[in-house]
């Protein structure tokens, strides 16, 4: 596994720590790896994520009404 050495500002270590004791971890490892699991579910581009192409396909087979207007939907 990787180490690395990184500074923080207060604002971020407090942040941190918050995250840490929130989810009951044990260190701030712990918790810098949860935000960024958040941060690759909820920012990231969804084509990175597994199981992209099968939530496409299953898409692309649903049924598709055609509108003229978008005030005909509301």
Same mark, same amino acid.
Request: net charge negative; proline share 4%; no cysteine.
């Given at each position: 596994?990787?180490?690395? #050495? +990184?500074?923080l500002s %207060?604002?971020?270590? /407090?942040? #941190?720590? #918050?995250?840490? &004791? /929130? @989810?009951?971890? /044990?260190?701030?490892?712990?918790?810098?790896?949860?935000?960024? =699991?958040?941060? =690759?579910?909820? +920012?990231?581009?969804?084509? $990175?994520?597994?199981? $992209?192409? &099968?939530?496409?396909?299953?898409? /692309?087979?649903?049924? $598709?009404? %055609? #509108? %003229? @207007?978008?005030?005909?939907?509301?």
């Open positions: 596994m990787p180490k690395a #050495v +990184i500074d %207060d604002h971020t270590d /407090r942040i #941190v720590n #918050v995250v840490k &004791a /929130r @989810d009951g971890l /044990r260190t701030k490892s712990q918790a810098i790896e949860a935000i960024v =699991e958040a941060y =690759e579910e909820h +920012i990231l581009d969804p084509a $990175f994520k597994p199981g $992209f192409e &099968a939530d496409l396909q299953r898409i /692309r087979q649903g049924e $598709f009404q %055609d #509108v %003229d @207007d978008l005030g005909e939907l509301l």
